[in-house]
Nanobody
Framework: QVQLGEYGGGLVQTGESLRLRCINH????????VGWFRQAPGKGREFVIG???????LYSEVARGRFTISRDNTKNVVYLQMDSLKPEDTAVYFC????????????????WGQGTQVTVSS
């Protein structure tokens, strides 16, 4: 069974970078599409970026040009590299996994992590 946990959140200033890690403490993620979502205060959870089990990447508009997703299946870790952070990126960030990328993009996941807070100060 997959068990996801996010790490690496924190407080940064505008323009700085942050790398989040999603560690799977259970079975391998190699057969799953994985993705990152975020939820800002008072808003719904939104898809940020994802990667299919074949390595195809899918970017939301907020991620394009600034965020990168990668995974290391040998270590069962998924990374979210965030550059040029802005105050509007402040949110709780979640990782998730589903067998099928289109479902994951729509917010349907087999597994969710508990989330990690990212705060970007102006």
């Amino acid at each position: 069974q997959v068990q996801l946990g996010e790490y690496g959140g924190g407080l940064v200033q505008t323009g700085e970078s942050l790398r989040l890690r999603c560690i799977n403490h259970g079975a391998t993620l190699s057969e799953y599409a994985v993705g990152w979502f975020r939820q800002a205060p008072g808003k719904g959870r939104e898809f940020v970026i994802g990667e299919s089990k074949f390595g195809d990447k899918l970017y939301s508009e907020v991620a394009r040009g600034r965020f990168t997703i990668s995974r290391d299946n040998t270590k069962n870790v998924v990374y979210l590299q965030m550059d040029s952070l802005k105050p509007e990126d402040t949110a709780v960030y979640f990782c998730a996994a589903h067998h099928w990328m289109p479902s994951l993009q729509e917010g349907t996941a087999d597994y969710w992590g508990q989330g990690t807070q990212v705060t970007v100060s102006s």
